[in-house]
């Protein structure tokens, strides 16, 4: 039976990291991105403003939407401080199943806790299921219809806290219209923008990140 792409990006993982090295992980699904095939991960430029972000909030919690594979999930938990832990939500089972499997070949197991299910349903549950308080990073990369309404419920459910930082991927491209327009125009956020490209393109894209001043 046909594979899938996520399944052949595995596969990518499997043949080409070493057990237990993100950054070979890393690595890995970048060359098969570039040279194999496309795929919707934040990528290789637009992870490096990511790295930077992540090193610079030094977050004890942080939350992801939109697993997809685990790139960036990998990404971020390589440089948590020890402790430290990611969430990172799934909607779809067989990316979720991918998404542990590259986790698990990262090494990265005991800092990423994957719930599969949709942003929607879970964020309102995450304080009672999981004991989260507030989060120190949000990492918004799953449908871009869903990252202004999921932002106004991680208000409601005081998920925030003053200093809270929102990290948005592809407000460029796919582009997220209207949720640039409420965070870059809100009292509540201080925004900036950091131009870059479409991963393993030239188009432009750029991620937004907002500090949630509360
Ligand atoms: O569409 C894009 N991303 C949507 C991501 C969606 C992912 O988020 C999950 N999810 C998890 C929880 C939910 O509640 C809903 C979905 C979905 O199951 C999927 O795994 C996209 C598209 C391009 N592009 O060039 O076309 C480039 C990008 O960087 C992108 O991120
Ligand atoms: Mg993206």
Same mark, same amino acid.
């Given at each position: ?15 080409? #990291? ?13 060359? +098969? @991105? ?25 977050? #004890? ?7 997809? @594979? ?25 990316? #979720?199943?991918? #998404? ?93 923008? +950091? ?20």
């Amino acid at each position: 039976t046909q594979s899938t792409r996520p399944q052949r990006m595995l596969a990518a993982v499997h043949n080409n #990291a070493t057990r237990g090295d993100p950054r070979s992980v890393v690595k890995a699904i970048d060359q +098969f @991105c570039r040279q194999k095939e496309w795929a919707m991960n934040i990528g290789d430029e637009k992870g490096c403003i990511l790295d930077s972000v992540v090193s610079e909030v030094n977050p #004890a919690m942080v939350l992801e939407l939109g697993t997809y @594979c685990g790139y960036s999930t990998v990404r971020i938990a390589s440089q948590l401080p020890p402790h430290a832990k990611i969430i990172t939500l799934e909607f779809n089972p067989q990316n #979720a199943a991918v #998404a542990r499997q590259i986790i698990a070949w990262a090494g990265l197991g005991e800092k990423i806790k994957l719930i599969e299910g949709s942003s929607g349903d879970w964020i309102p549950k995450l304080k009672e299921q999981f004991g989260v308080d507030t989060f120190d990073l949000v990492f918004l990369d799953h449908w871009k219809d869903r990252y202004l309404p999921d932002t106004k419920l991680m208000e409601e459910c005081g998920l925030l806290r003053k200093g809270s930082i929102l990290l948005a991927d592809n407000v460029i491209c796919p582009g997220t219209p209207e949720y640039l327009e409420y965070i870059r125009n809100s009292p509540r956020y201080k925004s900036q923008y +950091f131009k870059s490209h479409l991963e393993y393109t030239r188009v432009e894209d750029g991620l937004e990140k907002s500090i949630f001043l509360g």
